[in-house]
């Protein structure tokens, strides 16, 4: 046997065998898993089952390509890693004829509410974005929404029935980040300052699949939102707003109808065929 039959392939540079492509993945979610921003060799060597000597080869190598960046003695998730997620989410509908056309659906199945979709904002840190909205003849300053309200309290995640929505889906060392966050001076009265009230409404969320929000953004109006996802991944969510004198509390009607239009747009994010009652289970 030659020394070349002897090479172990996944070590062989030019052609990584399946086992280094695990590892390497197992790296990358790594990071994902501990959120954050730098880390050490060994804390993501614990967090992907590799040994330390392992580990920092992959992280070697990865900074070579660009997936990982070093930062003193620690590394963290480098400009390819970021370029991938953006060529991925490039293919995504997440504005088209047919979702604008699933929000005016909602608007009109609620007896003229306002519908909004939000979607995860990850390249200005943890937040969120109005990126498609069924209003009608409505406009911000009827709403009492100021550009400063749109630059702080709509785009905070621990705010609002559509930001703790995409909060409740996100991993847990993000939602600690997002939790340190102070609450937006301009909040509504309704809106969550306490931590543990917080998070037991996340927990609320996962397990019944929307939230609703009462005066948490702003005074006299509330909400219910329910999540978009692609895949396993949070994306964003649907968002139902209404009068609190004309929706004092949001109506089955009403949860099931912005269920179903975030679960219509998911479906077109996951090219999904499963029924709505699957996905949501009404």
């Not at 997620?85 to 504005?95: F, N």
């Not at 840190?125 to 400063?148: K, N, W, Y």
């Not at 939790?179 to 927990?203: H, K």
Request: net charge negative; charged share 20%; hydrophobic share 40%.
């Amino acid at each position: 046997m030659t020394g070349n039959e002897t090479l172990n392939r996944e070590e062989t540079p030019t052609r990584p065998g399946p086992r280094l492509v695990d590892r390497f993945i197992r790296v990358q979610q790594a990071f994902a898993d501990l959120g954050g921003g730098a880390h050490g060799t060994g804390e993501l060597a614990k967090a992907a089952s590799l040994d330390d000597s392992t580990t920092s080869r992959i992280l070697q190598s990865g900074v070579h390509q660009g997936v990982f960046e070093r930062v003193g003695r620690k590394y963290r998730l480098g400009a390819t890693a970021a370029q991938l997620g953006l060529h991925a989410l490039a293919h995504t509908p997440s504005k088209d004829e047919t979702t604008h056309e699933t929000l005016e659906e909602l608007r009109e199945a609620t007896a003229g509410g306002l519908v909004f979709q939000y979607m995860l904002a990850p390249f200005a840190g943890a937040q969120r974005a109005c990126i498609d909205m069924a209003v009608g003849d409505s406009d911000l300053v009827e709403l009492g929404m100021t550009a400063r309200d749109i630059l702080s309290v709509t785009r905070s995640l621990r705010t609002g029935a559509s930001g703790r929505t995409i909060l409740a889906y996100l991993p847990r060392p993000i939602q600690e980040t997002v939790l340190a966050e102070p609450v937006p001076e301009e909040a509504g009265p309704g809106v969550y300052r306490d931590r543990d009230a917080l998070l037991a409404s996340l927990a609320d969320i996962r397990d019944c699949g929307y939230a609703l929000g009462y005066q948490e953004c702003m005074p006299h109006w509330n909400s219910c939102a329910a999540p978009i996802a692609w895949g396993q991944a949070i994306m964003g969510a649907v968002l139902l707003l209404k009068p609190a004198s004309a929706m004092p509390e949001a109506p089955p009607s009403a949860i099931q109808a912005t269920q179903a239009a975030a679960a219509k747009i998911s479906a077109r994010l996951s090219h999904l065929s499963e029924p709505l009652s699957m996905i949501y289970g009404f």
